[in-house]
């Protein structure tokens, strides 16, 4: 079946750092990968997604590039702030569900 | 607002009574899921519907969960005789499903959940 495996957290960096959330994925043909963010009280949002090999998605200074080599989403951001603090979730969409991640929770420090 | 609303947005609840939680999708889209997330762990997939027709169930799915969606519209997710084990948040999503060149290309939109506690 699918699955998704992402880096643990909790992450906690300084306002400024660099972020990067290690994900792989396992699964049969060819999924669209996603990364969703759930701020403190808030739901589920899409932040960016991918839909084949070599894709960069990107948003609000957020890239991940779907590597099907390596069978990698990486989620990067060079500058992180205050207001980044949030759950991180990889997911994939294949047998037409979503399949989730356990999710990194980061924290950002001013 | 046109997102994905759930009600309630809390709900406790006795051991043994029954819950029912209602998702209202994005108004044209075709696909409604249901997953169940609990504390530390990703989102897990109970079930969805493409149109009115529910297609597939997690075997998470126990025989006192049950799901529909009437008309293809709104959605009700229902527990009966709940136990303390099924305290979670309830998660709605819908997309508009459509494939591309064979790949499933859907982005799914979700709502703020319902809590529900099990005492």
């Known amino acids: ?110 | 607002d046109t997102g994905v609303s759930q009600n309630p947005r809390h709900k406790i609840t006795k051991r043994g009574q029954n819950v029912t939680f209602r998702c209202d999708p994005i108004s044209e889209h075709n696909r409604l899921y249901w997953y169940r997330q609990t504390l530390g762990q990703g989102p897990e997939f109970l079930t969805y519907f493409q149109n009115e027709a529910q297609l597939e169930k997690s075997r998470l799915l126990s025989d006192r969960f049950s799901a529909e969606r009437p008309k293809g519209s709104f959605s009700t997710l229902e527990i009966q005789r709940t136990e303390q084990g099924d305290s979670a948040m309830y998660l709605c999503a819908s997309s508009l499903a459509m494939v591309v060149w064979g790949q499933e290309n859907t982005e799914a939109f979700f709502g703020q959940g319902t809590r529900l506690t099990v005492v």
């Open chain 1, 1 to 110: 079946g699918n699955s998704v495996t992402q880096m643990e957290g909790p992450v906690t960096l300084s306002e400024e750092a660099f972020l990067t959330i290690n994900c792989t994925y396992t699964a049969t043909g060819y999924p669209s990968l996603f990364w969703y963010v759930q701020y403190p009280g808030e739901g589920l949002q899409l932040l960016l997604k991918a839909t084949k090999a070599d894709d960069k998605g990107s948003n609000k200074g957020f890239e991940a590039t779907y590597r099907k080599e390596t069978t990698s989403f990486h989620l990067e951001k060079g500058s992180v702030q205050v207001s980044d603090s949030a759950v991180y979730f990889c997911a994939l969409m294949g047998d037409y569900k979503l399949s989730f991640g356990a999710g990194t929770t980061v924290t950002v420090r001013a």
